[in-house]
């Protein structure tokens, strides 16, 4: 049976929360007054501002108090502690604010019950009796898979396993189980991640603006994608498992070509482009 947090662990997780939230309000607003911690967590002004203080005496140097408005802002120093400061991550707090809004795309049929055994066959490295469908196999047949890891491509869940039925490792997308038969837990995995080869190799991929952009115009892309200047011209450089290249070109607009340079905006870098070939469709 799963022991229950302590009143001290629980306490912990509650303050790691206010904490990221407060972090992220003085990054990206430059201030946090205890109102936005009492409006966000239900909690009364004094007791925010107990928050407060309790973070100002763990990290002195990352806050510091203006009188004049009775907020805090960050110290010119500020190292975050429970958040990486990621733009992505404000707007998950403030998704609901007045000033915040996102694009709300299709819902996948994913269920609680659904998600539950997968996550704990991951958790416990367990096999996992499915029912499902694909493009290619429309009709929902039995599968055995080990799964390692939860995918999110921007669009869809995925969870990356061995399959029993390929004898290969592939990516099972979550809203093709069958909704009205529950995975099944059964025995112990023996094929783990660390024998996923396709998962644990980094690819380098380089893009740059579409040459056939005049010059503002690709200083422009450049800007938008945080490219750096080279004595090649604009770059950006990331790397991505090769098991995710094919999620990452879609997500990137990079699965076709445009005619319309304005609307290609970004295209591989013919570097990158060579090196990617064996790993991308023809």
């Not at 110290?75 to 996102?102: C, H, K, P, R, W």
């Amino acid at each position: 049976m799963a022991s229950h947090l302590s009143e001290k662990e629980s306490n912990s997780a509650i303050d790691q929360k206010r904490f990221a939230f407060l972090e992220l309000l003085l990054i990206w607003e430059g201030r946090i007054h205890p109102k936005h911690l009492a409006q966000q967590f239900e909690l009364g002004e004094k007791l925010a501002k107990v928050v407060i203080q309790k973070y100002k005496n763990l990290y002195p140097d990352n806050i510091q108090y203006h009188g004049a408005s009775g907020s805090y802002q960050p110290s010119a120093n500020m190292i975050a502690q429970f958040t990486n400061g990621s733009l992505q991550d404000y707007m998950q707090f403030m998704a609901n604010s007045e000033t915040v809004s996102s694009l709300e795309l299709p819902n996948r049929n994913l269920q609680p019950a659904l998600i539950r055994p997968v996550l704990q066959a991951i958790r416990e490295n367990l096999r996992l009796e499915i029912a499902y469908a694909s493009v290619s196999n429309p009709d929902f047949s039995s599968r055995i898979i080990q799964p390692h890891h939860l995918v999110f491509d921007g669009m869809r869940w995925h969870v990356r396993g061995y399959c029993e039925k390929n004898h290969d490792y592939r990516d099972f997308v979550l809203s093709r189980f069958q909704p009205d038969s529950p995975a099944r837990l059964l025995d112990g995995a023996d094929h783990f991640d660390i024998e996923d080869q396709v998962w644990n190799n980094l690819l380098t991929v380089e893009f740059m603006p579409d040459p056939r952009l005049d010059e503002n115009r690709a200083r422009i892309i450049a800007l938008d994608y945080d490219m750096q200047h080279t004595n090649k011209g604009y770059r950006k450089t990331q790397h991505v498992r090769q098991a995710l290249l094919m999620y990452w070109v879609q997500r990137m607009g990079l699965s076709q070509y445009h005619n319309n340079p304005q609307a290609q905006q970004i295209i591989l870098t013919p570097e990158s482009e060579q090196g990617l070939k064996e790993y991308l469709p023809g």
